[in-house]
C-alpha cells in the first residue's frame, strides 16, 4: 500500500519536457513539505527541488532555470515540470514527503521512484 505515488516519468529526447507528478495518499496527514530527489546510476540520491510552507522553493544548481515545482495542497499532491531536458537528468526521480507531526514514529516518507532517460 504506497503512500506517495509518482508517475509521470519516461523517455525524452534532449531539449523535452516532462512533468512528474506525486499523490500522497490520505493516511499522510500534516505535509510540510514535498520535493523531488532523483538518483543516478553510479551517484549518490541528491535533493532536486523542494516546496515547504509558506511557498519557499529549493532547487539545486543544476535544476535552476529548467525545473518547477508545485503543490496542489488540498489534493496532497506535488509536481515537477522539467523542461530543456539534459542526457545527465537522467536517473530515478523519488518523491518525498515530510510531516510537521510523527505518524506511527515516521516523519519522512518516499516514493518507489519513478525512471526519467533523456536520450537521442
Known amino acids: 500500500q504506497a503512500q506517495l505515488v509518482e508517475s509521470g516519468g519516461g523517455l525524452v529526447q534532449p531539449g523535452g519536457s516532462l512533468r512528474l507528478s506525486c499523490a500522497a495518499s490520505?493516511?499522510?496527514?500534516?505535509?510540510?513539505?514535498m520535493g523531488w530527489y532523483r538518483q543516478a546510476p553510479g551517484k549518490q540520491r541528491e535533493l532536486v527541488a523542494r516546496?515547504?510552507?509558506?511557498?519557499?522553493?529549493t532547487y539545486a544548481d543544476s535544476a535552476k532555470g529548467r525545473f518547477t515545482i508545485s503543490r496542489d495542497i488540498p489534493k496532497n499532491t506535488v509536481y515537477l515540470q522539467m523542461n530543456s531536458l539534459k542526457p545527465e537528468d537522467t536517473a530515478v526521480y523519488y518523491c518525498?514527503?515530510?510531516?510537521?507531526?510523527?505518524?506511527?514514529?515516521?516523519?519522512?516518507?518516499w516514493g518507489q521512484g519513478t525512471q526519467v532517460t533523456v536520450s537521442s
Open positions: 490520505g493516511s499522510i496527514s500534516a505535509i510540510n513539505a
Open positions: 516546496s515547504s510552507s509558506g511557498g519557499i522553493t
Open positions: 518525498y514527503a515530510r510531516t510537521a507531526i510523527a505518524i506511527r514514529g515516521q516523519y519522512e516518507y
